[in-house]
């Protein structure tokens, strides 16, 4: 079991969660490891009140600690990202793994009352908000864009929907080989791990019925993705940028997802292969409409993800 | 021993099983692969991208690919062959005959080009 404490507060005790299961454990610690380079006990210090200042991790097994050449207590320390994005998605993986029962169990190993414990959804919705307050991952994303406009002669409603830019982190999908081959491009786009190479309308039972863009496109909305410009409240969060296409045949029929990150480009991972940021030409992704999809060739459009999101 | 098409993004690969034969044939095929310098992660793009057999021996998985064969340990520990003029992989995709997607098994063979019908 590894225990985590946002350090955020000052006078009030910082909220805590545990993580039990075995597999997140693993894939936790490995990000760490990985990261050992940024982690400073000093940094706490450092930093301002009222901030979400980083995290202390806290493993309960000296074995697990030794296996990732960790000590027994780490802290991440969110000030020492310096812009490549790692710690910052390292942090949005621990706030996601603030489950109920988790924030239930770690705070009455603390003692406190049922009534003081704050509700896991709130908690992460809080921990999020601070978190892109602080690295600045919120954006908006309007229909009135100049290649928006460009492309529609149209007069349209202005619409700007708030959305999140996960940043590039390909380490915690590509390292472990059960994550990488058993997460495909929707696990990818949603930026959900689930170990089950993930199905559109599965997660909400309405998987699709063909490969095509509408089919895809409405099991993917029964999910509860919404279409681009359909804005999310900010308890959505995080709301990402996602966009879908299809192979069409004949011969290869199939259908691929891309996601937005904070750093600009785009991303996406190839059924149970590496994740990338290039094309099928190997190109930087500035944009999945335009780049070489390979088959891939039918662009179905845009549309966010969201927390609520159903995903199996 | 089941050999995975690696083809799609979004649904599952199609696989196909090996005889005990075509295990022993695979084994042989194997040992006779030279060493080739590691040359970086082979390259993965959508469509059709070669075949991957899992756990010949417990944890290792095996992709064949662009002329290229990576043996991956347990351990994560990486050791690349060359599958000199693609035969180990048209070999595989002839096994597929009749037990795989016609079509599928046929953009593999068209990627690797003439000599493997």
């Given at each position: 079991m590894i225990q985590v404490t946002a350090d955020v507060f000052s006078g009030r005790p910082n909220p805590t969660w545990e993580i039990a299961d075995a597999s997140e454990i693993r894939s936790a610690l490995s990000e760490l490891a990985s990261n050992r380079g940024l982690l400073d006990s000093r940094a706490a210090a450092l930093d301002g009140l009222g901030q979400l200042r980083g995290f202390h991790i806290d493993i309960h097994s000296d074995e697990t600690a030794a296996e990732f050449d960790l000590g027994t207590s780490v802290f991440v320390p969110l000030s020492a990202d310096r812009g490549d994005g790692r710690l910052h998605a390292l942090a949005e993986r621990l706030i996601g793994l603030a489950s109920a029962n988790g924030v239930a169990a770690g705070a009455a190993a603390r003692g406190v009352q049922a009534a003081q414990v704050i509700a896991h959804a709130d908690l992460q919705t809080f921990l999020r908000d601070k978190l892109s307050r602080e690295t600045g991952t919120t954006a908006p994303d309007s229909?009135?864009?100049?290649?928006?406009?460009?492309?529609?002669?149209?007069?349209?409603?202005?619409?700007?929907?708030?959305?999140?830019?996960?940043?590039?982190?390909?380490?915690?999908?590509?390292?472990?080989?059960?994550?990488?081959?058993?997460?495909?491009?929707?696990?990818?786009?949603?930026?959900?791990?689930?170990?089950?190479?993930?199905?559109p309308g599965r997660g909400s039972g309405h998987i699709y019925t063909a490969i095509t863009c509408p089919a895809v496109s409405k099991a993917a909305l029964s999910d509860g993705l919404h279409q681009r410009f359909v804005c999310f409240p900010d308890s959505e969060k995080p709301r990402y940028l996602v966009a879908l296409v299809v192979a069409p045949g004949p011969g290869f029929v199939d259908f691929h997802w891309y996601r937005k990150n904070s750093e600009g480009f785009w991303s996406h991972k190839p059924g149970g292969t590496a994740v990338r940021n290039v094309d099928n030409s190997n190109r930087i992704i500035t944009d999945p409409a335009t780049c070489n999809r390979g088959p891939y060739t039918q662009f179905c459009g845009y549309f966010y993800t969201c927390k609520s999101q159903r995903i199996n | 021993m089941k050999v995975e098409l690696e083809i799609y993004s979004g649904q599952p690969n199609p696989t196909w099983v090996l005889t005990h034969d075509e295990v022993d044939e695979l084994n042989l095929r194997l040992a006779r692969l030279l060493v080739r310098p590691s040359a970086g992660p082979r390259g993965e793009p959508l469509g059709y991208r070669g075949l991957r057999i899992a756990a010949p021996t417990v944890g290792e998985s095996i992709t064949i690919g662009a002329g290229v064969v990576e043996r991956i340990g347990q351990d994560g520990s990486v050791r690349q062959f060359d599958d000199a003029g693609r035969n180990l992989e048209c070999w595989l995709l002839r096994t597929a005959a009749g037990r795989l997607d016609e079509a599928l098994r046929q953009l593999g063979i068209a990627d690797i080009g003439s000599g493997c019908g």
């Amino acid at each position: 079991m590894i225990q985590v404490t946002a350090d955020v507060f000052s006078g009030r005790p910082n909220p805590t969660w545990e993580i039990a299961d075995a597999s997140e454990i693993r894939s936790a610690l490995s990000e760490l490891a990985s990261n050992r380079g940024l982690l400073d006990s000093r940094a706490a210090a450092l930093d301002g009140l009222g901030q979400l200042r980083g995290f202390h991790i806290d493993i309960h097994s000296d074995e697990t600690a030794a296996e990732f050449d960790l000590g027994t207590s780490v802290f991440v320390p969110l000030s020492a990202d310096r812009g490549d994005g790692r710690l910052h998605a390292l942090a949005e993986r621990l706030i996601g793994l603030a489950s109920a029962n988790g924030v239930a169990a770690g705070a009455a190993a603390r003692g406190v009352q049922a009534a003081q414990v704050i509700a896991h959804a709130d908690l992460q919705t809080f921990l999020r908000d601070k978190l892109s307050r602080e690295t600045g991952t919120t954006a908006p994303d309007s229909n009135r864009s100049a290649e928006a406009e460009a492309a529609s002669a149209q007069e349209t409603a202005a619409v700007t929907c708030m959305v999140e830019f996960g940043a590039y982190n390909p380490g915690f999908w590509n390292n472990d080989a059960t994550v990488r081959t058993r997460n495909n491009c929707y696990n990818y786009a949603s930026n959900k791990r689930t170990n089950t190479f993930a199905q559109p309308g599965r997660g909400s039972g309405h998987i699709y019925t063909a490969i095509t863009c509408p089919a895809v496109s409405k099991a993917a909305l029964s999910d509860g993705l919404h279409q681009r410009f359909v804005c999310f409240p900010d308890s959505e969060k995080p709301r990402y940028l996602v966009a879908l296409v299809v192979a069409p045949g004949p011969g290869f029929v199939d259908f691929h997802w891309y996601r937005k990150n904070s750093e600009g480009f785009w991303s996406h991972k190839p059924g149970g292969t590496a994740v990338r940021n290039v094309d099928n030409s190997n190109r930087i992704i500035t944009d999945p409409a335009t780049c070489n999809r390979g088959p891939y060739t039918q662009f179905c459009g845009y549309f966010y993800t969201c927390k609520s999101q159903r995903i199996n | 021993m089941k050999v995975e098409l690696e083809i799609y993004s979004g649904q599952p690969n199609p696989t196909w099983v090996l005889t005990h034969d075509e295990v022993d044939e695979l084994n042989l095929r194997l040992a006779r692969l030279l060493v080739r310098p590691s040359a970086g992660p082979r390259g993965e793009p959508l469509g059709y991208r070669g075949l991957r057999i899992a756990a010949p021996t417990v944890g290792e998985s095996i992709t064949i690919g662009a002329g290229v064969v990576e043996r991956i340990g347990q351990d994560g520990s990486v050791r690349q062959f060359d599958d000199a003029g693609r035969n180990l992989e048209c070999w595989l995709l002839r096994t597929a005959a009749g037990r795989l997607d016609e079509a599928l098994r046929q953009l593999g063979i068209a990627d690797i080009g003439s000599g493997c019908g």
